[in-house]
């Protein structure tokens, strides 16, 4: 590994190892560093070569043999000198790709495999949470769905039935009634919708009020707590569009679907609340009772109730998936620099800068399609792939294009590929602006229904932000 200091004379190389949305702004973000002359993208996204960094090689895609063999990541980042390598979504981290770059003394972000237990295994993490008086709505865990049934039937209360591992952000359903408890279980438990994540389900009073996704770097030794945080939107519909909730029928649940930022509840005094009860608390336990030497960021997925009572929904160990995307056309701090502090245990040395802008991610979703026979119902059930994306030379100066779910064709160019195809965001000076620069420019984009004369079939929330 080269020993070049990054605030010198030479530059440095970063691979981001990813292909989600989220990946793609890491990506870019590192692309933005004035220490950076390099990004390799693995396995990378294609949509990334029709951006300014892709177009001019800042960011390249690397295309491994096989990109989980960690042993050849490894060998690439040795290779080409590879100065850090950012991990973005959790499946890598837990099956242990952290654990192989430093086995090659390869600089890192991300946790160690052991410690991805807390995003992992929402029973490990919900014990800990309670052990120090971290407020976490009533739960119980469940092996048998016999069980589960009887205890959703006596409760009495409404529920959201969570799967314990992981499940790509989606794993918890939030339920109504016991009727959609019941679906829930048997989704999860039955038909396995999660796979084995769903061989124990945690299962959860609903709370009502303001969700909150609250992020923190650590390093091993210190705690940098954002001191600024959004809102993501996870549901497929907008309340006010009862329409389409009532035909599409089922679990509306997503990975996201939205983001803004600032929160509207953002101020100094909850930030500060947030890190003394619950920040704190935690990264406490990380670092003195279990010793972890936890390196990366840290995601409280946290409620705001009526009471003005906060608790924690879940823990994860990477950003989150829209709320980074949003949250890093805000931060203008050097993201190598701070990538290098997480690494070396220099976060006391991070200023945080955040500029003025207020920031709005509308993602554009696979709607209705036509299929072979009859129709695509479009994300988050089944939804058609290879439409044509038209518009992106359209959009205004300033759009940031996140991609996630695209491919390449031969013919038509950049095509869908994935349910959560592209995110869209715009900033301006207050919100009510960004907001409706995003949905001006979201409609300039078509998604070619080939099979329906080239009608569009992307579909997007109208309410992020309101
Ligand atoms: N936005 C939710 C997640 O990333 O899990």
């Given at each position: 590994m080269s020993t070049k200091?990054?605030?010198?004379i030479n530059m440095a190389k970063v691979l981001v190892y990813g292909s989600g949305g989220r990946d793609h702004c890491l990506a870019d973000k590192y692309g933005d560093s004035?220490?950076?002359?390099k990004v390799y993208f693995m396995p990378?996204?294609?949509?990334?070569?029709?951006?300014p960094k892709g177009k001019r090689g800042l960011i390249e895609l690397v295309n491994l043999a096989?990109?989980?063999d960690f042993n050849q990541v490894a060998g690439f980042c040795l290779e080409n000198k590879v100065d850090l390598v950012d991990v973005g979504s959790e499946n890598p981290l837990s099956s242990g790709l952290i654990d192989v770059l430093n086995h090659h003394d390869i600089p890192t972000v991300g946790p160690r495999q052991e410690y991805t237990k807390l995003e992992s295994d929402r029973s490990f993490t919900n014990f800990l949470l309670r052990s120090i008086g971290v407020g976490k709505p009533e739960h119980k865990v469940f092996f048998d769905p016999g069980d589960a049934r009887k205890y959703v039937k006596n409760i009495g209360y409404q529920v959201v039935v969570k799967a314990n591992g992981l499940a790509a952000g989606k794993g918890a359903i939030v339920c109504n009634d016991v009727e959609d408890a019941l679906c829930a279980i048997e989704d999860i438990m039955v038909k396995k919708v999660f796979g084995k994540s769903g061989d124990r389900v945690v299962i959860e009073e609903r709370k009502f009020g303001t969700e909150i996704s609250f992020f923190a770097y650590l390093d091993g030794k210190h705690v940098l707590p954002l001191k600024m945080f959004c809102q993501d939107y996870k549901q497929a519909f907008d309340d006010h569009d009862q329409e389409s909730i009532q035909n599409f029928g089922g679990n509306l649940n997503t990975g996201g679907t939205g983001c803004y930022c600032p929160?509207?509840?953002?101020?100094d005094s909850l930030v500060n609340r947030i890190i003394r009860e619950i920040v704190n608390p935690t990264v406490n336990v990380i670092y003195n009772d279990y010793g972890w030497n936890y390196k990366g960021v840290v995601y409280f997925g946290l409620n705001l109730d009526p009471d003005n009572q906060l608790e924690v929904f879940e823990i994860n160990v990477r950003h989150g998936d829209p709320e980074f995307e949003v949250l890093a056309r805000k931060f203008s701090t050097d993201f190598f620099e701070l990538g290098m502090a997480v690494w070396e245990g220099k976060l006391d040395q991070i200023k945080q800068v955040w500029n003025q802008q207020y920031y709005v991610d509308v993602i554009a979703m696979e709607g209705r399609s036509k299929a072979?026979?009859?129709?695509?119902?479009g994300y988050p059930k089944r939804y058609g792939k290879g439409h044509q994306i038209l518009g992106l030379d359209d959009l205004d100066k300033g759009i940031a294009i996140y991609f996630a779910g695209v491919d390449i064709s031969e013919d038509k160019g950049l095509v869908t590929w994935g349910g959560r195809v592209l995110h869209l965001i715009a900033g301006d000076e207050t919100l009510e602006k960004a907001r409706e620069k995003a949905y001006h420019n979201i409609r300039k984009i078509t998604f070619v229904d080939h099979k329906m004369d080239g009608a569009n079939c992307m579909r997007f929330r109208t309410g992020i932000g309101m």
């Open positions: 200091k990054y605030w010198g004035r220490h950076v002359d990378g996204n294609p949509g990334v070569l029709y951006t096989d990109p989980n929160h509207k509840l953002v101020s072979s026979r009859g129709w695509n119902p």
